[in-house]
């Protein structure tokens, strides 16, 4: 018996991991754990239960991924959603988003850049910057935290970058999104 492990596109967060679990036991698959963007099975499946397997993840809006390219970008964009949203280690934050990938993945960054910027159609950078935005906006919507406060959580280098950054990508200063509210935000996978 060995085990096989799956790659799934658009799988960002843990209501996801919850309804993959779902279709997993609802086909009668056996798995250990179900990590974000990736389903760790006891043993390898038969093409019946790997397309039984495709078709349940397809109706929630997911994908199972086969090219070993693509899933080396889901994982890309996996680590940047993680470090967008500071959900790294300490040594992870400090690191810059090259050392940070190329640690975490063992490639070459300029491999990482340019397979990610021919497949997505920008540049990791580009890609990065948007998800700490959505972060931004989630943080604003919920009026719990000053803009001070939200750019030291995101370890912005100061209040001024976070707003003009927010502003290039938003087209509205921070203050004018908080009283617009959610309305304006967008889902991780379509970031």
Known sequence: MSEQNLLVRNMVCHRCQLAVEGVLEKAA????????????????????????????????????????????????KQLLIKKARNEVSDAEKRSNLSSYLTGNLFHEYTYLS???SSMEGRTIE???I???IEKVKELLVYN?????????ELEYSSVAHLSSQ?????????????????AKRNMLDQV
């Open 130 to 132: 948007r998800q700490r």
């Open 126 to 128: 580009n890609y990065f």
């Open 166 to 182: 927010f502003k290039q990508i938003t087209g509205l200063t921070p203050s004018h999104f908080r009283r617009t509210g959610s």
């Open 29 to 76: 698959i056996p798995f250990t754990t179900v990590a974000v963007g990736e389903i760790h099975l006891t043993e390898k499946i038969s093409d019946g239960q790997y397309s039984l397997l495709s078709s349940g993840l397809a109706k929630i809006g997911l994908e199972l991924i086969d090219n070993k390219m693509r899933g080396i970008v889901e994982k890309i």
């Open 114 to 116: 340019s397979l990610f």
């Open 144 to 152: 719990e935290m000053t803009l001070l406060t939200i750019s030291v």
